[in-house]
Nanobody, 124 residues
Framework: QVQLVESGGGLVQAGGSLRLSCAAS????????MGWFRQAPGKEREFVAA????????SYTDSVKGRFTISRDNVKNTVYLQMNSLKPEDTAVYYC?????????????????WGQGTQVTVSS
């Protein structure tokens, strides 16, 4: 089992920044690729970003490229999502997830464990 706890969400004005953190416990963190997903009100959960086991490979959805950066610290067992130039359409509950694989994955069914989510609200 892997337990994931997100933090860092909140209310921010458009153009602002937030850094989300996801702390993992349980099985060996470095054995898992990690991902961030989000779900806006009335919409399905969607892929945001993912990172490989070692952090050497990343993947982003087009709408966040150049604004968001995913990173990980395998000593602290934590994955981060730095979000800059936030827009109202980034408002959502953000979830981190762990996948027992080497490379980053964009598909939700690749992921084995999920956190409870953290709310991000961007005001215009």
């Amino acid at each position: 089992q892997v337990q994931l706890v997100e933090s860092g969400g909140g209310l921010v004005q458009a153009g602002g920044s937030l850094r989300l953190s996801c702390a993992a416990s349980g099985r060996t963190f470095s054995g898992y690729a990690m991902g961030w997903f989000r779900q806006a009100p009335g919409k399905e959960r969607e892929f945001v970003a993912a990172i490989s086991r070692t952090g050497g490979s990343t993947s982003y959805t087009d709408s966040v490229k150049g604004r968001f950066t995913i990173s990980r610290d395998n000593v602290k067992n934590t994955v981060y999502l730095q979000m800059n130039s936030l827009k109202p359409e980034d408002t959502a509950v953000y979830y981190c997830a762990a996948a027992y694989r080497i490379l980053p994955a964009r598909e939700q069914d690749e992921y084995d464990y999920w956190g409870q989510g953290t709310q991000v609200t961007v005001s215009s």
